[in-house]
DNA sequence: ATAATAGTGTCTCTCAGACACTATTAA
DNA sequence: TTAATAGTGTCTGAGAGACACTATTAT
């Protein structure tokens, strides 16, 4: 029987690297888009110019938890402080990180940035920028971060299959059409209004929020969520099969 | 801008503690029990004598990854080699643990062990024992595994209403009556014979395994799962609603 | 009036659940 | 023959998808 929580097995030299990091998603002009950072360019640093997800280490002085570690690291990028937030998984092995054994944790966030007509001023800041999600998955990304990047899209179109959470990519209020052009962007496909409608308002998690002044065509009612702490689920997925 | 990856963020002193903690579930007289391991009683060690999920430290020198710590634990445990094994989550922050900011790896897996008749020989060892769910749920475990004990059950009481994880808890092969009353002690409900097996077959994720010497009563066809290595998610619940 | 958008009604198909029915085995 | 267990058939209802339809707005 193998003693555990030795002074032995405690020693700080045997310690992994722990970290977190964030796949931040939101919908940028009709595409579903994920924040990158370019790592430093100093050569001492691992994956010197890459870019890679948000997050990097956890600071024991300032984070009293990992949600709370992931929380301040979403919020220095974005400045978001209420999205939706979620656990994706952990990543540790003896060699996704070249400074020795590591384990991260990775989360995805769903937030609501303001639509903007030209892409040369989306970008954050010159080590920050949003990219449509495939074209960050064929880019080289620092670390295993391609392999979470990916989980997290995997993960966010099945759970869209029987959730509401497109809906924690609009800003609210937001109508019906507004609220089912977010699922076809994400799903990458077109889906029936009238199956739609009625799957969402018979789900209930939704509550009337007054006309929109329509732009054009005829006003629609605008709806917020009545619990912005977490997803409804469907009875169903969308397509059956998988 | 915080610089990530410099020599003061690395310093080993500023790392967590890092565990891996397995939730280990099987079926044992018509009942979901869970193996649970009891602490040192020395008091140097945190919750001396009290009862815990087997884990502990991962040890950089002998786990290449954290998966393979799992499987280590698991079988350090066990015995058990390929069993179902499912990341459930990472729990860290600076109270859970009295020796200083920690954050554990949580995994649950399904393992079959053979029924045994009588419950007090049905202990591995003096250190470790297999209780049904609920009463593991009521005691007052280590760390905050009762709250990770919770997470694998509600996890796994929930991925059962649409998945074929329950085929994972019963050694090869098995009839459909013993895979619906698997179902049935998981979920705690009856379940129509009918709809569960058009349901079971329809999936298409058993192959036949040759015909069973009945006990008592008619013959019935065995079956295997096709592959060990995936869950089968079902279209739709078991009970519509949630 | 027309274009554009919001929203509804109707039909069909699939599948879960209820439940009564048949089939095969041992004693 | 009876008890016990395995397995089937039939009906109903809920909800998804297809798609045609109506409703309301600006121009």
Not at 140 to 156: E, G, P, S, T, Y
Not at 179 to 184: N, P, T, V, W
Not at 219 to 234: E, G, N, W
Request: hydrophobic letters at 40%.
């Amino acid at each position: 029987m193998k003693k555990i929580g030795t002074a032995s097995t405690m020693a700080t030299f045997d310690r992994p690297l722990v970290t977190v990091d964030v796949a931040i998603f939101a919908l940028r002009n009709d595409t579903l888009t994920v924040l990158l950072v370019r790592r430093l360019s100093d050569p001492q640093d691992p994956f010197p110019g890459q870019w890679a997800l948000p997050g990097g280490f956890v600071d024991v002085k300032q984070d009293s938890s990992l949600f709370e570690c992931a929380v301040r690291k979403l919020k220095a990028k974005t400045g978001v402080t209420t999205p939706y937030l979620e656990q994706l998984g952990s990543w540790g092995d003896e060699s996704r990180d070249p400074r020795g054994w590591s384990a991260t944790h990775a989360y995805f966030a769903l937030i609501q940035v303001p639509e903007v007509a030209d892409a040369e001023t989306s970008a954050p800041s010159l080590e920050s920028q949003w990219f449509p999600v495939e074209e960050a998955l064929r880019k080289r990304l620092a670390f295993d971060h391609k392999q979470i990047l990916n989980a997290a899209v995997v993960r966010l179109r099945s759970k869209v299959e029987y959730t509401s959470l497109p809906a924690f990519l609009l800003s609210e209020p937001f109508t019906l059409p507004q609220l089912q052009k977010s699922y076809e962007v994400v799903l990458g496909r077109a889906m029936d209004k009238s199956a739609f409608r009625k799957r969402m308002l018979d789900a209930n998690f939704l509550e009337e929020s007054g006309m929109t002044d329509g732009v054009q065509g005829r006003v629609a009612m605008s709806y917020r969520i009545k619990d912005r702490q977490l997803a409804t689920t469907f009875p169903r997925m969308f397509k059956s099969g998988e």
